[in-house]
């Protein structure tokens, strides 16, 4: 019964190398969101989404991109991976603003970078 | 801005030892607060939550009640198990009309049998 989904599970790429991760989710929720965590942290917000409306941290590098075609679908594209984006990705949803619900993850995306 | 604080780790305890790990937060207002928990190599899961003050949250003998006059929001357990190693994130959901969720640096629990 998972309700977020994340592809793929483990990723490897080389340094440069453009990446995407994807997620998709059943729970008709409006709201997407992408964090990189590394090592057990906090996870940190890239970007999320209400319905198509992005909305891009200020300190999210220009080096990830995220594209939302419908409800159920969110990608996020790493265009030049470095060393340093080795991480997990993780997408979560919650259902809308102003509600008091939790977010919603997926299992996450582990992204290694040669 | 809003934000949470969270006690330190690694936790590390024997097995049936009772849990507390602290967490305070600042914020405007009134925020939904959580408790989501981190298995090795796995996404966060929800643990418990609690939307106003004086609510107890619970699940897996896992509790936490939101205290607004001390701004907390610690987890607590009576007899922790082995399955129960993980790291545990303490978080709110932003009163601002944004829709984000700020969290804690997390805790790491480790517990021996």
């Known amino acids: 019964d998972a309700m977020v989904i994340q592809n793929p599970r483990y990723q490897v790429t080389q340094f440069g190398k453009p990446v995407t991760l994807s997620c998709s989710q059943t729970?008709?929720?409006?709201?997407m969101y992408w964090y990189q965590q590394k090592s057990s942290q906090a996870p940190k917000l890239l970007f999320h989404?209400?319905?198509?409306?992005?909305?891009n941290e200020a300190d999210t590098p220009d080096n990830f991109q995220s594209r939302r075609p419908n409800t159920s679908f969110c990608f996020l594209d790493i265009r030049s991976p470095g060393l340093g984006d080795a991480a997990m990705y993780l997408c979560?949803?919650?259902?809308?603003?102003?509600?008091?619900?939790?977010?919603?993850f997926g299992e996450g995306s582990r992204l290694t970078v040669l | 801005g809003d934000s949470v604080t969270q006690m330190e780790g690694p936790v590390t305890l024997s097995e049936e030892a009772f849990l507390t790990i602290n967490c305070t937060y600042t914020?405007?207002?009134?925020?939904?607060l959580f408790w989501y928990v981190q298995y090795p190599g796995e996404g966060l899961q929800l643990l418990l939550k609690?939307?106003?003050?004086?609510d107890k949250g619970s699940n897996k003998g896992f509790e936490a009640t939101y205290r607004k006059e001390t701004t907390s929001f610690h987890l607590e357990k009576g007899s922790v198990q082995v399955s129960d190693s993980a790291v545990y994130f303490c978080?709110?959901?932003?009163?601002?009309?944004?829709?984000?969720?700020?969290f804690g640096t997390g805790t790491r629990l480790k517990v021996l049998a």
């Open positions: 979560a949803t919650s259902n809308r603003a102003g509600g008091t619900g939790e977010l919603f």
């Open positions: 729970l008709n929720h409006n709201v």
């Open positions: 914020a405007t207002g009134y925020p939904s």
């Open positions: 978080a709110l959901k932003e009163t601002s009309g944004t829709y984000k969720y700020i």
């Open positions: 609690a939307t106003k003050a004086d």
């Open positions: 989404y209400y319905d198509k409306d992005f909305n």
